[in-house]
Every structure is written in structure tokens, then in C-alpha cells.
């Protein structure tokens, strides 16, 4: 069982370059979500979503989208990047039902930089 | 709005004394989780507790849901739990994971 699992470990982009970091989940969560963590802070929540086909921004979307077309996947497009988005990615998954979540579960993170 | 608070922001420990991480959060926050992030930037789960308390090893939590608050317990330190201690807690709508800002934990040896 592997989990959540995200691609790349780590990138370097130039600005306004684009790409897609990957996140897969193998627990049949129905909510997934993208956070960013800047040095020394906190994790903010960037999108999220519910189930296929289902997504909604969190704190701080600006620069990013989402796509959820199936349960495990929840891929992150930056489309044109700015060095405000050097930061450490996190996807994560947890499972909703009956009014309850269950614990998430996070990947191992994306460290990208922006040059 | 959905708050979490942490305290303390930081705390230095001598190995093998004890200590206590708190969490506060609003009326909108519950199903309580710890995490610990270690220097390598991964994110460990250490316990989901929405109330009541658990236990796992040196480790243990307790949530009070009626007085919004829960308590990270750490006993017998060692220099591999420092790190940062983060608690999170779901919106009552029940779609959003948020992070209190974190406690940063360092153990001397």
C-alpha cells in the first residue's frame, strides 16, 4: 500500500516556465488536497477536492489549478511561474462519510524552486 | 472564522525531560490531528483524536472538543523528536484540513 504518492521530489523552474506536479492516492479517499509550506511556516491550503470532477480553491489558489478526473488522481498546474511559488508541495488524502473524516495521509512533498 | 493556535512557537528540551504542546481551536474546527514534521521535511502522522485520549509509546494526546483545546504530550525526550509539531483540525463543513502554525522542538543531547 503505497499511499499518496507525488512527483517530482524536487524541480527548478525558470520564471514564467509551466508544469504539473503529480499526486496518485491508492486508499479510495474521496477528498484530496494541495498544500504549500514557505521556510519556517505553516501549511497552507491551496485547492481541494471532494470527489471526481469536484474541486475548490483553499487560502491561497492564486497561480494554480486543479483537475480531478478520476478518485486517485489530483494533479497541480502552475501555469506561469513566479518566484513566489519557491515552496515545498504537499498533496494529501482523507476519507469523508457519514459526517466524519478520517485522519489524512500526506505524500512526501515537492520541493520547487522558481529562478 | 477557523482558527488553530499553537504554543508554544518554539521550545528548546534537554534529552529526557518531559513537555506539553497545546492546540487551541474554534467552535468551526474539529477532528483533531498531530503531526510531526522531522528536519527532513516529511510529514508523520501521530495521532487522530477528535476527543478523549491515546497513547503510542512516549507519545500522547488528549482533546478536550468541549473546551476546544488538546495537549501533545512528550515524555522522556529524545534528540530524534525535534522537529516541528503541527495540529490540524477539519472545517465543520467538513472540507478543509487547517494547520495551526506549528510548534518548532529541539532536543539537546
Known amino acids: 500500500n503505497a499511499g499518496v504518492t507525488q512527483t517530482p521530489k524536487f524541480r527548478i523552474l525558470k520564471i514564467g516556465q509551466s508544469m504539473t506536479l503529480q499526486c496518485t492516492q491508492d486508499?479510495?479517499?474521496?477528498?484530496m488536497y494541495w498544500y504549500r509550506q514557505d521556510p519556517g511556516m505553516g501549511l497552507k491550503l491551496i485547492y481541494y477536492s471532494v470527489g471526481a470532477g469536484i474541486t475548490d480553491k483553499g487560502e491561497v489558489p492564486n497561480g494554480y489549478n486543479v483537475s480531478r478526473s478520476t478518485t486517485e488522481d489530483f494533479p497541480l498546474r502552475l501555469e506561469l511561474a513566479a518566484p513566489s511559488q519557491t515552496s515545498v508541495y504537499f498533496c494529501?488524502?482523507?476519507?469523508?462519510?457519514?459526517?466524519?473524516?478520517?485522519?489524512?495521509?500526506f505524500g512526501q512533498g515537492t520541493r520547487l524552486t522558481v529562478v | 472564522g477557523i482558527q488553530v493556535e499553537q504554543s508554544p512557537p518554539d521550545l528548546i528540551l534537554q534529552e529526557g525531560a518531559n513537555s506539553t504542546l497545546r492546540c487551541n481551536f474554534s467552535d468551526s474546527v474539529n477532528n483533531l490531528q498531530w503531526f510531526h514534521q522531522n528536519p527532513w521535511g516529511q510529514l508523520i502522522n501521530l495521532f487522530y483524536?477528535?476527543?478523549g485520549t491515546k497513547q503510542n509509546g512516549r507519545l500522547s494526546a488528549t482533546t478536550v472538543a468541549t473546551e476546544r483545546y488538546s495537549l501533545l504530550y512528550i515524555s522522556s525526550s529524545q534528540t530524534t523528536d525535534s522537529g516541528v509539531y503541527f495540529c490540524?483540525?477539519?472545517?465543520?463543513?467538513?472540507?478543509?484540513?487547517?494547520f495551526g502554525a506549528g510548534t518548532r522542538l529541539f532536543v539537546k543531547a
Open positions: 494529501a488524502s482523507s476519507y469523508r462519510q457519514g459526517g466524519a473524516n478520517t485522519e489524512a495521509f
Open positions: 490540524a483540525g477539519v472545517n465543520t463543513g467538513g472540507f478543509k484540513t487547517i
Open positions: 483524536i477528535p476527543s
Open positions: 486508499m479510495n479517499h474521496n477528498y
